[in-house]
C-alpha cells in the first residue's frame, strides 16, 4: 500500500503559477501511474493530469494542456504539478492518486490509493 500526501495548495491570483507536489511513502513509487485531480463545490472530480510508471508519458485534457505539465521524480517519490496562468475556474481542492497498474487513465475509478487534498484559490 502506498500514502500519499498533496502540499502547494493556496491562494493566487488570476495568471500566476503554482506548483503542488503529492509525496509518496510506504512502497516502491516507481512501481506506481499517478494521477492529479481536482473537485470544485457542486462539480464532479476531474483529472487535470496523469503520468504512466515506466516511460513517465504524460497525460492532460483539454482543459489544462499548454498550461499545467506533470512530473515526476521517484528519487524523492513524489509527483509534481506545475500549474501556469491560472484562471479562477481552476479553484478547486486538488487531489492525487496512485495505482500499480501502468496507467490508471482519465477517471477516478483507475486510482486505488489517495490522498487528502490541497485547496487551491484563485482569484480575479
Known amino acids: 500500500q502506498v500514502q500519499l500526501v498533496e502540499s502547494g495548495g493556496g491562494l493566487v491570483q488570476a495568471g500566476e503559477s503554482l506548483r503542488l507536489s503529492c509525496a509518496a511513502s510506504?512502497?516502491?513509487?516507481?512501481?506506481?501511474?499517478v494521477g492529479w485531480f481536482r473537485q470544485a463545490p457542486g462539480e464532479e472530480r476531474e483529472i487535470v493530469a496523469a503520468i504512466r510508471r515506466g516511460d513517465s508519458r504524460p497525460y492532460y485534457p483539454d482543459s489544462v494542456k499548454g498550461r499545467f505539465t506533470i512530473s515526476r521524480d521517484n528519487a524523492k517519490s513524489t509527483v509534481f504539478l506545475q500549474m501556469n496562468s491560472l484562471k479562477p475556474e481552476d479553484t478547486a481542492v486538488y487531489y492525487c492518486?496512485?495505482?500499480?497498474?501502468?496507467?490508471?487513465?482519465?477517471?477516478?475509478?483507475?486510482?486505488?490509493?489517495w490522498g487528502q487534498g490541497t485547496q487551491v484559490t484563485v482569484s480575479s
Open positions: 492518486a496512485a495505482t500499480l497498474k501502468y496507467y490508471g487513465g482519465s477517471y477516478d475509478a483507475g486510482y486505488d490509493y
Open positions: 510506504g512502497r516502491t513509487f516507481s512501481n506506481y501511474a
